[in-house]
């Protein structure tokens, strides 16, 4: 019923991509169970901070298979299950944005061990890190920020909340029902490159996000650029009155790790977008792009 997951990724923003993930599988009894986890090759360039936070070496990742090619081994893990995570915010930003590379849009439950112990041990703690909490329950985590030493910490940290909380276990038989069934069958079988880079639908809270970071990030503000390959639809006059309210700019140039967004019109090359893959940026349809710019202009106004 129970799998706990950590991933390490090419960095601690929004943006970031699986370097490794680990899956543990928790027994009936809430015992550690099956595990698997592998090092990732992510589509975008790690930061070296993140690396050496996670002690992964560039030739590491340049040997490792893509989340893709190791997707059918997570299905066990992964299908009819709750998932658990220690700061469950990140690992479903990654895990979401591996599943849109391969067209999935499934949703699986997550359990935060970071919000239920700060719920469950209140103020007997005064930091409520894995390393911290695994101390308050006398467990072992040798190897922090490995993703297989911190997914068996959470398995375990989870088990002890479980027994110290009905609410935890009552709210884990709410949330049964809304386990995803998941299968091979998910999986594209001959994706296509142009698939890879197809920018995807977003909702607001996730351009949200995007507006925050944008406005956020001194490179972005340094050159304020978007950048557009292909045709918009709604016309280049339009965008320009959107991208001119929202403080920005539009200008022909290719992706940096400066530029605020790309936007993929129709008809669009692959270049730009590979690129802001590569610096991490955000590739939006049309649809989104207008909606971010709205977004923008309108947090610009409320500072």
């Known amino acids: 019923m129970f799998t706990a997951i950590d991933f390490e990724g090419t960095s601690r923003e929004g943006s970031a991509r699986a370097t490794e993930v680990a899956v543990v599988s928790l027994t009936e009894s809430l015992g550690i169970g099956d595990s698997f986890e592998s090092?990732?090759?992510?589509?975008?360039?790690?930061?070296?901070?993140?690396?050496?936070?996670?002690?992964?070496?560039?030739?590491?990742?340049?040997?490792?298979?893509?989340?893709?090619?190791?997707?059918?081994?997570?299905?066990?893990?992964?299908?009819?299950?709750?998932?658990?995570?220690?700061?469950?915010?990140y690992e479903i930003g990654v895990?979401?944005?591996?599943?849109?590379?391969?067209s999935i849009h499934v949703e699986p439950p997550f359990i935060c061990t970071l919000e239920w112990s700060r719920q469950i041990l209140k103020h007997k703690l005064s930091n409520y890190t894995l390393l911290d909490v695994c101390g308050y329950?006398?467990?072992?985590?040798?190897?922090?920020?490995?993703?297989?030493?911190?997914?068996t910490a959470t398995a375990q940290v989870?088990?002890?909340?479980?027994?110290?909380?009905?609410?935890?276990?009552?709210?884990?038989?709410?949330?049964?029902?809304?386990?995803?069934?998941?299968?091979?069958?998910?999986?594209?079988?001959?994706?296509?490159?142009r698939d890879r880079f197809t920018a995807v639908s977003l909702g607001r809270d996730d351009l949200l996000v995007i507006a925050s970071e944008i406005l956020n990030n001194s490179k972005v503000m340094q050159s304020k650029f978007v950048v557009v390959t292909g045709k918009i639809l709604a016309g280049q006059s339009r965008l320009d009155e959107f991208i001119e309210q929202?403080?920005?700019?539009?200008?022909?140039?290719?992706?940096?790790?400066?530029?605020?967004?790309?936007?993929?019109?129709?008809?669009?090359?692959?270049?730009?977008?590979k690129k802001a893959h590569l610096y991490g940026r955000p590739v939006l349809t049309e649809p989104d792009a207008f909606e971010l710019l709205e977004i923008i202009t309108e947090m610009r106004m409320e500072r």
């Open 158 to 193: 989870f088990a002890k909340l479980y027994e110290d909380s009905s609410i935890l276990r009552d709210f884990c038989r709410d949330i049964a029902c809304h386990a995803v069934e998941m299968s091979s069958k998910d999986l594209p079988k001959n994706p296509q490159i």
């Open 95 to 102: 895990l979401s944005r591996e599943f849109a590379d391969m």
């Open 39 to 89: 090092v990732l090759n992510p589509p975008i360039q790690p930061k070296k901070e993140s690396l050496s936070y996670a002690r992964l070496s560039k030739n590491q990742i340049a040997c490792a298979p893509s989340f893709q090619e190791i997707f059918p081994s997570l299905i066990p893990f992964l299908s009819g299950k709750i998932l658990i995570a220690h700061n469950k915010i």
């Open 137 to 151: 329950y006398d467990i072992d985590l040798l190897n922090p920020h490995e993703a297989l030493a911190d997914a």
């Open 246 to 273: 929202a403080g920005l700019r539009f200008k022909e140039t290719p992706t940096t790790e400066g530029t605020a967004f790309v936007i993929q019109g129709h008809a669009g090359g692959l270049s730009k977008i």
